[in-house]
């Protein structure tokens, strides 16, 4: 098993772009889906985007469709996302994941420790 582990974050305005990227030590990622979570203060962990193995098939929450795009390079062992037009309502720890397809924490067995990004208005 390896270490997922997070970067990309920061600090941006409101209306500009991140990319996140999650890069995988120990090839976790190897053969398994991936996916981005959020917690923002005082607020539970919620799935912000997911990709399968292949990257054919996706999944985002509602609120960031259309703002932000998951992708991956599986020769890299890296998981990205792209974030455009963010707003303040962004702001959170972002963590990626690993092993698992669904909507919850629960759902996915490998963590990276997460990456503030913090959207100033």
């Known amino acids: 098993q390896g270490q997922l582990v997070e970067s990309g974050g920061g600090l941006v305005q409101a209306g500009g772009s991140l990319r996140l990227s999650c890069a995988d030590s120990?090839?976790?990622?190897?053969?398994?889906?991936g996916a981005w979570f959020r917690q923002g203060p005082g607020r539970e962990r919620e799935l912000v985007a997911a990709?399968?193995?292949?990257?054919?098939?996706?999944n985002y929450a509602d609120s960031v469709k259309g703002r932000f795009t998951i992708s991956r390079d599986n020769a890299k062992n890296t998981v990205y996302l792209q974030m455009n037009m963010l707003n303040p309502a962004d702001t959170a720890l972002y963590y990626c994941?690993?092993?698992?397809?669904?909507?919850?924490?629960?759902?996915?067995?490998?963590w990276g420790r997460g990456t503030q990004v913090t959207v100033s208005s």
């Open positions: 994941a690993a092993a698992g397809w669904g909507t919850t924490q629960y759902d996915y067995r490998y």
């Open positions: 120990g090839r976790t990622y190897s053969g398994y889906n």
């Open positions: 990709i399968s193995w292949s990257g054919g098939s996706t």
